[in-house]
């Protein structure tokens, strides 16, 4: 059989299969990449922007404390004087306490803006001015000089220092507010961006997916296109293995058709030639015999050695003639040759061979060919089987020929080399040439069983038998 050479459209589906899948892992790898580092990004981005905005509400919120106890100092300074209590004096503790801390948390937002730091360090300035203002007041009116510190409120000192103070606080809370809107922007911007990536990115994904598809069903039309090939190559070579098989079926056939004839005709040349010579030879001896009225001792010694060489001579060519072409199997049918091939069998070894054999009308070549298996796994059983038990059977049912041999001795394993194997393998080569099935099932310890089965075959006109020898 021809080996198959490599085909056109293999090559080219290993060509596409090559550079579609790294295109493909290339793509996906490159969308991933894309996705993580515009997700990373707009976090990073908006990360930093809220950040940054919640350091400005921060320094926003400080600023507005800070104006907030500037205004609760100056309205507890102005309840105190006017009233003298003392639970005035209580809010402007604390609202000194808390213009401290507003005051540190502007230092620490500004610590890297070198301009603002100084507003910063102005607003401090101003601020304790104010304090230290409503301070001398409160102080003068514990000390009873009511002229004193009526002199020093009346004076424009608190409100200018509560301008000066108004006036950095707007600066640094103009800029606050400015900044917030950038950050805020900022954000926009960011969200806006990560907006535009992921429907880019989604866009790619879908264009991405597309080309996916589109190359997934390439792919499955060259895999269907492939396994039609793959299908007709396969058809093609089981057609041409069931040719070639059905060839050497009928060639295997015509060599046992032959081989049979060639037995037949060396058993006939055997029974015509040698068979004739022999009986001439024994005739003539008997002849002899008459015609010496008083043989010496010598020569009736000689005369008796003789004829009992001719007999075995004889009995050699009927072994001879039996082994190449059964004269029951020829005369008398399968059935009859079989029993008396059990018949053989039982006198040689003692085995006991039931036997159910149906008269069946058979072609010469199913006859021979059953007779052979038949003959064979009889004389594997002589040989090797060392059963104590066989059974026989032939039978002709729903238009098929059922041959069977089993036996209850030691079994084999599967042994390739061996002689039964061989001869067991010849024989399902016979039956199969003919169109029938060979088993046989067998084990170690537990007998074997020969099974053939053939098709029904119309009985065509017989060869004519040989006849029969004369008798010594």
Do not use: C
């Amino acid at each position: 059989m021809p080996t198959p050479r490599p085909r056109p459209w293999r090559r080219a589906h290993w060509r596409a299969a090559r550079w579609h899948m790294p295109l493909s892992v290339a793509l996906a790898v490159l969308l991933a990449v894309g996705v993580f580092a515009g997700a990373e990004w707009t976090y990073q981005r908006a990360l930093d922007s809220l950040v940054n905005l919640g350091g400005r509400d921060t320094a926003r919120n400080a600023l507005q404390t800070v104006m907030r106890r500037l205004l609760d100092i100056e309205s507890a300074q102005r309840g105190y004087l006017l009233t003298g209590r003392a639970a005035y004096l209580q809010p402007y503790q604390a609202a000194r306490a808390d213009l401290g801390n507003a005051i540190g948390r502007l230092h620490e937002h500004y610590r890297t803006d070198p301009e603002l730091a100084r507003l910063v360090d102005t607003l401090e300035e101003k601020s304790l001015q104010k304090v230290s203002e409503a301070a001398e007041t409160i102080a003068l009116y514990d000390a009873g000089s009511h002229a004193a510190w009526q002199g020093l409120v009346l004076t424009d000192i608190g409100r200018e220092k509560m301008e000066a103070v108004r006036r950095v606080a707007d600066v640094l809370l103009a800029t606050e507010e400015r900044r917030i809107a950038g950050e805020r922007a900022a954000i926009y911007r960011t969200l806006e961006v990560g907006r535009l990536s992921v429907h880019g990115l989604a866009l790619l994904s879908l264009l991405a997916y597309i080309f996916f598809l589109r190359n997934n069903a390439a792919l499955q039309a060259s895999q269907v296109t492939h396994a039609a090939q793959l299908r007709a190559e396969r058809d093609a070579f089981e057609q041409q293995v069931r040719q070639r098989t059905e060839e050497l079926a009928l060639l295997n056939l015509g060599l046992q058709e032959l081989r049979e004839g060639e037995r037949g005709g060396l058993a006939r040349a055997l029974h015509d030639d040698l068979g004739a010579l022999l009986t001439t030879a024994k005739l003539d001896l008997t002849r002899l015999r008459h015609a010496l009225s008083a043989p010496s001792a010598d020569v009736s010694a000689r005369l008796q050695h003789l004829s009992a060489t001719l007999d075995q001579g004889i009995e050699t060519k009927r072994r001879l003639m039996e082994g190449l072409m059964p004269s029951a199997l020829q005369n008398l049918g399968l059935q009859a040759a079989l029993e008396q091939r059990a018949d053989e069998l039982h006198q040689r070894t003692g085995v006991a061979v039931e036997r159910d054999l149906q008269p069946l009308e058979l072609d010469a070549s199913t006859r021979q060919a059953l007779f052979a298996v038949a003959q064979g796994a009889l004389s594997n059983v002589e040989r090797h089987a060392g059963a104590s038990r066989v059974v026989l059977r032939l039978s002709g049912e729903d238009g098929a020929i059922a041959l069977s041999v089993a036996d209850n001795g030691r079994g084999f394993a599967e042994r390739g080399g061996s002689t039964s194997a061989l001869g067991l393998r010849n024989l399902r080569h016979r039956i199969e040439s003919l169109g029938g099935t060979f088993t046989v099932r067998s084990a170690p310890g537990d007998g074997t069983h020969v099974e053939v089965r053939l098709p029904g075959r119309e009985r065509p006109t017989e060869p004519t038998a040989l006849p029969e020898d004369p008798p010594a």
